[in-house]
């Protein structure tokens, strides 16, 4: 373990991770707020918890292997791209350590962002209440558009965009769900 390929790793990407955060605490919000608004109306209560649980599980298990596929797919690209500017090979240098870190941690984080999904249930399990939770959902991802890196018009407009979205996906739940 190179603690200078973190360090590079860490500082080079973080708009990647931040990125990655963001995308994942969405998809975790998004399911979430859909679970409970379509099968909030159920009156089995244990049935709707753990069906939003597994899916946003599903969700960060899928979250980590794509991001494991896309990100290790690209840096292979940077770094063929860097070997060709350099004249040189770049296997088992710091740019590859690096670039396998960032493939790392960007699964990692990918894949454990969207567990803030996860509060949307706590919201439902604790208060029962569909309106509650869906409310508490909608909030935090209109928050999460402020994190995107960008001036504060850009993040305002990506709040925007997802707060739609949020709206958009929990109308089409409530027009589906049972009863």
Known sequence: MSLEALKLALKQDKDTFR???VLGAFDGLVVGVSLIVTLGTLSNEEL??????????GVSAASFWNTVVAESREKAIELRNLERQM????????????NNYSVWISALIHALSPLLGMLIVLAYTLSGSTALATALGLAVISALGLMYEGTIKERL???AV???AGVLTALLAYLIRPG
């Open 157 to 159: 407009k990506s709040t």
């Open 162 to 164: 997802m707060t739609v």
């Open 48 to 57: 709707v918890i753990h069906s939003a649980l597994s899916g946003i599980i």
């Open 87 to 98: 004249l040189r090979a770049l296997k088992g240098t710091i740019y590859e350590k690096v």
């Open 19 to 21: 990125r990655y955060m």
